[in-house]
């Protein structure tokens, strides 16, 4: 068999502290999941808040226009 | 030779079955990692990143291939992204240097300080070079010569033909030899 050059027969070994890292990567996947889940959860609430606010804005917007427009007194003269 | 690993009790996300998985190819996947970013932090780095992600999408491994070479392909893809990240540092002045360890070669301790001397500088020049190369140059020519990876292995790896394999590793050499001084390296390579 041909030997190999030192060169490129070099290998690192895993020391403990990784070994034991990569046994944890279940419970990190894990942690990922629900960091994952709260953030998705998070984004939904704060996108209906947005909505919410924005609709309510525009419906006040909209009490507000007719209020300053010609209609605002509409009737308001008549006499039975 | 190496336990057969429990494809389906993987996937069921097993514990046992993970820790032989981890067993198995921990030291393939950190060395891996090691020669394609010539950093040991980014290495253990890209290595937890590499078994989080085996554990994450074991469900989407089909068996269409042997699991090692799913392994080595995400090995592949986790240190590209670590590449490019480290491209990116680089545009901003940070450099990932060079390991001392990859450089310090347990394997060769010559009892005379001026030919480790020698060695040390032989090494460094090399690894330089190796760092040189276009990113699938890079990873071929790792594979087939520091990582025993025949040329079928690194094709199935990186999605590539046999054809091309062998291009990329004659042009990765055609590349070390034009950027290598030393003769010694030149013969090696």
Known sequence: MEMKHHLFNHRIEV???????LLK????????KIRLYTLSILSCVILALNVYYFMASQEKMTENQILESQYANFGSDLSI | ?????????????????????????????????????????????????????????????????????????????????YLRRAKRKKRFGIKVPIDDALILNK??????????????ERTMQFFQAVQKLSENQRIAYTLHH????????????MNLSLSAVESLIFRAKQQLILQLKDPILKNII
């Open chain 2, 107 to 120: 394997n060769y301790l010559s009892p005379n300080p001026e030919e480790s001397y020698m060695e040390r």
């Open chain 1, 15 to 21: 020391n403990a502290s990784l070994h034991e890292k």
């Open chain 1, 25 to 32: 990567s279940p419970i990190h996947a894990q942690k990922e």
């Open chain 2, 146 to 157: 520091l990582e025993d990876f025949s040329y079928k292995e690194i094709g199935a790896s």
């Open chain 2, 1 to 81: 030779m190496a336990e057969e690993i429990d494809i389906i009790a993987l996937q069921r996300g097993d514990m046992l079955a993970f820790e032989q998985l981890v067993h198995q190819y921990e030291k393939k996947v950190l060395n891996m990692c090691w020669y394609l970013l010539h950093n040991r932090e980014e290495a253990e780095d890209a290595t937890q990143d590499v078994f989080l992600s085996i554990y994450q999408s074991m469900h989407q491994f089909k068996g269409d291939s042997q699991l090692s070479t799913w392994i080595h392909r995400i090995t592949l893809n986790k240190s590209l992204e």
